[in-house]
């Protein structure tokens, strides 16, 4: 008798397995795609690191009243800052010099224009709201000269502000070097309070910064290269006969100054370090400004891991890796050998001040931490002057780097006279 009944098939249905396969294939596509565009997006955050950036308008002009000489902003968190500001315009004003708040709403704030708007002037409504106060060195009314600094790339432009001192006193001088994305008009408004204390100052410019020649690649290497240029300044300062150089660095200045303490064969004339809102841990930097951005964690990672590699150096532009363990000082705290100030406010909103109290902690003995609040990014002298700049003599008379001369001399570099409206007096310290 035939068995009617037929074996069970050994393994799924063709339909079935067909199907799987095509999910797999739809599935490994969907992750090759979103890899590729998580790579592209990667690629564009870690050209925009190290590109030079261009001033973008971050500020509403809603008002001008020529009249009162007040100007109405968009509300920010820096608008709202007291203190004394800048704002780059369009049209017809240029660079205003901005007062104190006089009133704000949910909207808006306005303020005191400390520059004169005639009536009738065209005012661009776009704006970018600005720390630098001071655009010219003109503007000091103090003497100086136009120097170049030659260094590895070509001549790097500077201003030379003499100490106001006798030949006999001490030539101690102050390099001042500026941030990512601006100029070394940065740097003018500590002109004043170090020629005050008998110390010259320097002014310098660094390759890819819109003043000073471009390199190859024409990138940001985030302090690992322009630092150079800053040591080609401190063998200008030597020929001119500087004894002791004191390195002050604004925002990526300070990540350049600590480079040239770190690495320059000038290490026994350098004196000290002053650190205004500085970079000392670029990691720290980059993450924080990525979250800030909304950036997912899988993007950041392969940015800085696309910025650190060698084989990825085409795409980024950089003409080299960039060296983050070497920038990283607060690993390399153990390297130090000179005293640091460091002034920084813990809402910087730009570079976090993490990395500055983790080098107080490893280096008690060597870094004091002036930490301000309200502050923000590199606008410290704006929003209080006074203890700005009582932080800066102190300690420069506290390790001998300044003459012996009246605490209370005007440092303003416009007759003496100053604006403090609002400053904190009892920030955090």
Same mark, same amino acid.
């Given at each position: ?7 069970? =098939? ?6 079935? /397995? ?53 100007i109405t902003l968009s509300r920010t968190d820096d608008t709202v800052l007291p203190g004394r500001y800048g704002l780059f315009t369009a049209g017809d004003t240029g660079y205003l010099k901005l007062g104190s708040v006089l009133d704000e709403d949910a909207l808006g704030v306005k303020r005191k224009l400390l520059t004169h708007v005639p009536p009738?002037?065209?005012?661009? =409504? ?32 500077a201003w030379l502000f003499p100490a106001d001192t006798s030949d006999e006193a001490p030539e101690t001088w102050v390099i001042q070097i500026h941030g990512r994305g601006t100029t070394r008009s940065e740097c003018l408004r500590a002109v004043p309070v170090f020629r005050a204390l008998g110390i010259t100052s320097l002014v310098v410019s660094y ?17 690992? %290269? ?38 320059? =064969? ?46 990825? #150096?085409?795409? #980024? ?5 960039? =060296? ?18 460091? /002034? ?33 990014? %590199? ?14 003599? #102190? ?35």
């Amino acid at each position: 008798m035939v068995d009617s009944r037929r074996a069970a =098939p050994s393994g799924p249905p063709p339909g079935l /397995l067909g199907g799987v396969r095509a999910a797999v294939a739809i599935l490994s596509a969907a992750v090759a795609a979103a890899v590729g565009v998580l790579g592209v997006v990667s690629v564009r955050v870690a050209r925009r690191v190290v590109t030079p950036a261009v001033r973008v308008a971050d500020t509403r002009i809603l008002a001008v009243d020529p009249v009162a000489q007040t100007i109405t902003l968009s509300r920010t968190d820096d608008t709202v800052l007291p203190g004394r500001y800048g704002l780059f315009t369009a049209g017809d004003t240029g660079y205003l010099k901005l007062g104190s708040v006089l009133d704000e709403d949910a909207l808006g704030v306005k303020r005191k224009l400390l520059t004169h708007v005639p009536p009738g002037a065209g005012v661009a =409504p776009d704006a970018a709201f600005s720390g630098w106060y001071y655009e010219r060195p003109e503007e000091l009314h103090l003497p100086f000269s136009s120097e170049l600094i030659g260094s590895g790339v070509g001549p790097c432009p500077a201003w030379l502000f003499p100490a106001d001192t006798s030949d006999e006193a001490p030539e101690t001088w102050v390099i001042q070097i500026h941030g990512r994305g601006t100029t070394r008009s940065e740097c003018l408004r500590a002109v004043p309070v170090f020629r005050a204390l008998g110390i010259t100052s320097l002014v310098v410019s660094y390759r890819n910064d819109g003043e000073a020649p471009r390199s190859r690649t024409g990138t940001y290497a985030l302090g690992a %290269t322009e630092w150079r240029d800053v040591d080609a300044a401190v063998g200008f300062a030597r020929r001119r006969g500087a004894q002791r150089i004191i390195l002050m660095g604004w925002s990526m200045g300070g990540a350049i100054a600590l480079q040239v303490s770190l690495n320059s =064969p000038h290490r026994q004339v350098i004196s000290g370090l002053i650190l205004e809102s500085p970079v000392i841990d670029w990691r720290i930097v980059l993450n924080y400004q990525a979250k800030m951005m909304g950036l997912p964690a899988p993007v950041t990672g392969l940015a800085l891991g696309a910025l650190a590699s060698e084989w990825t #150096t085409p795409l #980024t532009r950089t003409g080299g890796p960039i =060296p983050f363990d070497q920038l990283d000082v607060v690993a390399r705290a153990g390297e130090l050998r000179h005293p640091i100030l460091i /002034l920084h406010s813990d809402d910087d909103g730009f570079v976090p001040s993490d990395a500055s109290h983790d080098l107080v902690v490893a280096r008690p003995d060597l870094v004091e931490l002036i930490v301000f609040d309200v502050a923000r990014h %590199t606008k410290l002298w704006n929003y209080d002057q006074e203890r700005w700049s009582t932080a800066i003599r #102190t300690w420069l008379g506290r390790h001998g780097l300044s003459l012996d001369v009246d605490a209370s001399r005007p440092d303003d570099g416009e007759g003496g006279t100053s604006e403090l409206s609002g400053g904190s007096s009892d920030a955090g310290s």
